[in-house]
């Protein structure tokens, strides 16, 4: 059922002790409020409101470069100029937009983990029961810090009441809570906003009011329990973003195990939202996969590798390597300990090995730069070898230049390519040579200082030391 999603992320966050806003704080490679623009999305909300306040401008341009899938309408921004509590965030909104209509979801911009079927299914009941709120609540272990929801006899919400305007006998007593997520139906949202007062113990417009406003005018107020407490974690500290990223990254280990996926020590293994991987990959311990990365199926990945906004072939192996905005195809073996940056692209049967580090190129089919080298800005054919030790001399301190490698072409070890340069294809460089003019193809280059050998000057020059001692 479409609706209108609103989510409150304009606290300060004191308890996080950072410079930036709360909510923008990260689990696993995403912000906190991404997670819950995300699942309003996947839950049916064709319109999202992030309500900003601190840090505002961090929020707004995390969203602004964040690319949205075909059919997402873009996120929405009001700005709470003044937090003065939940209650007045939404009023703020309304002010905004000129009011509401239909379903409108409120929920807190810190609280990650809660699954799109949840919020879907607290829609719909509310539909059903066609109520003015209906209230996600669950049972935590420890309600510390929670608003309590109280129930008449017949099980009907009467009341929140948030945990430090509490008695000590309800804090012991009320152990149903509030998830800071509700339901509300849009006309009557925005026709009581106004009726909330600020007479609390902070001195805030409290959104849970309007339960006891609802109810004192005959309105019915409904209850979703969430189906486990853990989705409705909310973060006000480290130690608590911590707590949510490892359900987080558990959670989505288990769907990639069951999808096909292995991995050795789950816990040790960290994907993003944004992440495919492919049937029969296995995904080794000190593994991490974030942004728009997508592998392949029949891979090992790790351990001890790093892939971001990568793409990865089928086939492939990437052994304690770090691959960013960067792609491989299939049957590609990296590492260990190579680093592939800056939009490099290896072709099928293509090889990236020991301490090798791949900038913006292009390594052709079956072409190898087995260990020990640079290659950057650089296009190469396929079935080159390049030796050990080798660098493409790229930046002269202010512009990058080219160089182009044709197909067949041997590089001998602790080559300099100095750009621009190009060498044709079926061409050989002997080791030891600093290039600096174009090779012909079919050629062989080298550029090497004359050796100069004197015969026995090592012997007397050892003598000399030990008579010096």
Not at 77 to 103: M, Y
Not at 293 to 312: F, Q
Not at 327 to 338: Q, S, T
Not at 340 to 350: P, S, W
Request: proline share 4%; with cysteine; hydrophobic share 35%.
């Amino acid at each position: 059922m479409p609706f209108t999603a609103i989510v409150l992320a304009a606290g300060e966050g004191t308890r996080m002790k950072s410079r930036h806003p709360k909510v923008m704080h990260k689990v696993l490679d995403k912000p906190l409020v991404w997670w819950c623009v995300r699942a309003a999305r996947k839950a049916g909300a064709t319109r999202v409101i992030v309500v900003v306040g601190n840090g505002a401008d961090e929020v707004r341009d995390f969203f602004a470069q964040e690319p949205t899938s075909e059919g997402e309408t873009p996120v929405e921004f009001v700005e709470q100029a003044e937090r003065l509590g939940t209650g007045h965030a939404v009023r703020v909104v309304r002010d905004a937009i000129g009011g509401f209509s239909g379903p409108v979801l409120v929920m807190a911009g810190d609280t990650p983990l809660i699954k799109p079927e949840t919020l879907a299914a607290l829609v719909e009941e509310r539909k059903a029961q066609h109520a003015a709120c209906t209230v996600l609540t669950m049972t935590p272990d420890d309600c510390t810090g929670y608003g309590r929801v109280v129930l008449d006899e017949q099980g009907q919400v009467t009341a929140i009441i948030e945990h430090k305007d509490c008695t000590p006998e309800q804090q012991a007593t009320l152990k149903e809570c509030n998830s800071a997520t509700y339901c509300f139906c849009g006309h009557r949202l925005a026709d009581n906003l106004d009726k909330i007062g600020n007479d609390n113990a902070q001195g805030e417009y409290y959104l849970p009011d309007l339960i006891k406003i609802f109810v004192s005018e005959g309105e019915p107020v409904g209850m979703h329990h969430a189906p486990e407490a853990s989705e409705v974690l909310g973060v006000n500290n480290r130690a608590q973003l911590a707590e949510v990223t490892k359900v987080m990254q558990r959670r989505i280990n288990h769907e990639l195990m069951l999808s096909g996926v292995s991995m050795l020590d789950p816990d040790q293994v960290w994907v993003g939202a944004d992440v495919t991987v492919g049937e029969d990959t296995v995904l080794m311990p000190q593994t991490i996969l974030f942004g728009r990365t997508t592998v392949g199926t029949d891979c090992t990945i790790g351990p001890n590798s790093r892939l971001t906004n990568a793409t990865v072939g089928n086939g492939c192996t990437v052994d304690e390597s770090i691959l960013v905005d960067s792609a491989i195809d299939d049957d590609v073996n990296c590492g260990p300990r190579a680093y592939l940056r800056g939009h490099t692209h290896l072709l099928k049967g293509a090889k990236a090995g020991t301490h090798v580090e791949l900038k913006n190129s292009v390594v052709g089919e079956g072409s190898k730069v087995p260990h020990l080298s640079y290659i950057g800005d650089c296009t190469m054919g396929a079935n080159v070898n390049i030796g050990g030790g080798s660098i493409t001399c790229n930046y002269d301190g202010k512009h990058k230049s080219h160089t182009t490698i044709g197909d067949h072409v041997f590089v001998g070890s602790d080559t300099m390519m100095v750009a621009p340069v190009t060498i044709g294809e079926n061409a050989l460089v002997g080791a030891s040579s600093c290039i600096t003019h174009d090779v012909p193809a079919g050629a062989l280059s080298l550029e090497r200082s004359q050796q100069i050998i004197k015969e026995d000057w090592a012997n007397r020059y050892w003598e000399r030391l030990k008579e010096e001692d």
